[in-house]
């Protein structure tokens, strides 16, 4: 079982930067999809962006520019630098992994395979004021 732990979240205004680690322990996949989704208060959770066993990313429309996504093999590591944050970034951001082919499903799909065969940190709040 993977386990995984993020920090780096915090209050920022509008315009800030923040960048959200995850560290990976335990049976870690070897071909796998890791990733960032978060969940607004009334909001369906989304993926926001991930990285694939290869390096290939993902990024969803709202954060493209802004948001870079990287890993780091050696130290299972797994980041997200956010730029230009917005109040409508507020959010948990959860970290996720689940074990595939080596690619990533569309963000729209992160949930179910997260669910059925992954694992989910325990979230980092995020709060973007304007």
């Known amino acids: 079982q993977v386990q995984l732990v993020e920090s780096g979240g915090g209050s920022v205004q509008a315009g800030g930067s923040l960048r959200l680690s995850c560290a990976a322990s335990?049976?870690?996949?070897?071909?796998?999809?890791m990733g960032w989704l978060r969940q607004a208060p009334g909001k369906e959770r989304e993926g926001v962006a991930a990285?694939?066993?290869?390096?290939?990313?993902r990024y969803a429309d709202s954060v493209k520019g802004r948001f870079t996504i990287s890993k780091d093999n050696a130290k299972n590591t797994l980041d997200l630098q956010m730029n230009s944050l917005k109040p409508e970034d507020t959010a948990m951001y959860y970290c996720?992994?689940?074990?595939?082919?080596?690619?990533?499903?569309?963000?729209?799909?992160?949930?179910?395979?997260?669910?059925?065969?992954?694992?989910w940190g325990q979230g980092t709040q995020v709060t973007v004021s304007s």
């Open positions: 996720a992994a689940y074990p595939s082919a080596g690619y990533c499903l569309p963000l729209t799909e992160m949930k179910s395979p997260v669910e059925s065969w992954g694992a």
């Open positions: 335990g049976h870690t996949y070897s071909r796998y999809c």
């Open positions: 990285i694939d066993s290869d390096g290939r990313t």
